[in-house]
């Protein structure tokens, strides 16, 4: 069964023209002169039920844009959406019931009330059977841990513990689509992983279809099936995330600090699936092909070789992955 359906689904944008200078300033606040923006030019997708889709592209690309198409936020330029069975900018109340949004750049819940209040006020607005609503709610308190903040004013909130409600919130009212924009920005690493965890935990128990966006790999890696890349408003990439990572998110980037000042016996090892990629008195950093080697016999052989003091292995950032993709789509293009 699909959980939603596009076709040719478009939206420009008319935008003021701004020329540099004072002058041409108030000429253009006297007579302005317009411009077409074209921010999603004609998407194409099926997303059936259950499943977990990253929604992916470079800043600009159209996600945003995009997503609130399908949530009934913004009336698009051409084309057609159907969510769970709806047209969202004709039917946004009805699709509210059945769909949960989190839009992590910006908070949903009412700041100067704590999270008790808000789970209460939504139970309301989603006319929740009184029953349900609290066996719901002590599920996602005890999920969430969200009992030492539960009489807390979000205002007072930590992210991560805000984050947290935001999300629980989100998942409320049981619904069949989860819109994630970006819900781990500017979360440490232990909460991040955490919420990742429980996105998926209700993903697998109740069939949740998520439909993400986000810069961190870990986000896909971790939560998504399903990998949909955009550029200048069109698909360019839809494939599983599985070979997402065997082709591009291969590369981990270990970073070493140490108290060692010399490291110029390391400092030219590169090898299989090893590349250094910096180097600096107490610094190493290096890139490892985890589809060559594993991480663990290079740290060991590092341990062996140097005294450490910290490690850090993350994913290359986002933009580094949509290149690899760009160059990879490149490649391909010129081979056929
Ligand atoms: N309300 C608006 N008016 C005019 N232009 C807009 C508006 N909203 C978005 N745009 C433009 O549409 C394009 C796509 O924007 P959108 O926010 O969808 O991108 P995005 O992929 O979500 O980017 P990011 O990763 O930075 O959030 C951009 O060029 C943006 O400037």
Not at 58 to 80: D, E, F, Q, R, V
């Amino acid at each position: 069964m699909l959980a939603l359906r596009t076709e040719g689904l478009s939206k420009t944008f008319r935008v003021k023209r701004k020329k540099p200078g004072f002058r041409e300033s108030v000429k253009s606040l006297l007579r302005p002169e317009w411009i077409e923006k074209e921010a999603v030019a004609g998407i194409d997708l099926t997303v059936e039920r259950g499943e977990t889709l990253a929604f992916l592209g470079p800043n600009g690309a159209g996600k945003s844009t995009t997503i609130k198409m399908l949530t009934g936020i913004l009336h698009p330029t051409g084309g057609l959406a159907e969510v769970l069975g709806f047209t969202p900018w004709k039917e946004r109340e009805k699709l509210a019931y059945r769909i949960g949004t989190v839009f992590g750049q910006k908070s949903q819940l009412w700041y100067h009330l704590p999270p008790a209040d808000t789970f209460e006020l939504m139970s309301r607005i989603y006319e929740l059977d009184r029953q349900d609503y609290a066996k719901r709610r002590d599920d996602l308190i005890g999920r969430f841990e969200l009992e030492r903040h539960w009489s807390t004013p979000v205002r007072k909130l930590s992210l991560g513990e805000r984050m947290r409600c935001e999300i629980a919130a989100a998942f409320l009212h049981r619904p069949q689509l989860l819109f994630l924009d970006e819900p781990t920005i500017g979360l440490d690493v232990v909460i991040k992983q955490r919420i990742r965890e429980l996105i998926t935990e209700l993903n697998r128990e109740e069939g949740t279809t998520v439909f993400l966006t986000s810069h961190d790999p870990g986000d896909i890696e971790l939560l998504c099936r399903r990998a949909v890349v955009i550029h200048h408003g069109g698909i360019i990439v839809d494939e599983p995330v599985e070979r997402l990572k065997r082709e591009v998110l291969a590369y981990k980037t270990i970073t070493l600090q140490t108290d060692e000042t010399d490291q110029t016996e390391i400092a030219d090892w590169n090898g299989p699936g090893v590349r250094v990629l910096a180097v600096s008195p107490g610094m190493l950093r290096l890139a490892v092909d985890v589809g060559v080697t594993a991480i663990e016999p290079v740290l060991a052989s590092i341990v062996g070789r140097m005294r450490i003091r910290d490690v850090t292995i993350e994913n290359p950032p986002m933009e580094e992955v949509i290149k690899h993709i760009y160059a990879r789509e490149a490649g391909r293009r010129e081979g056929a």
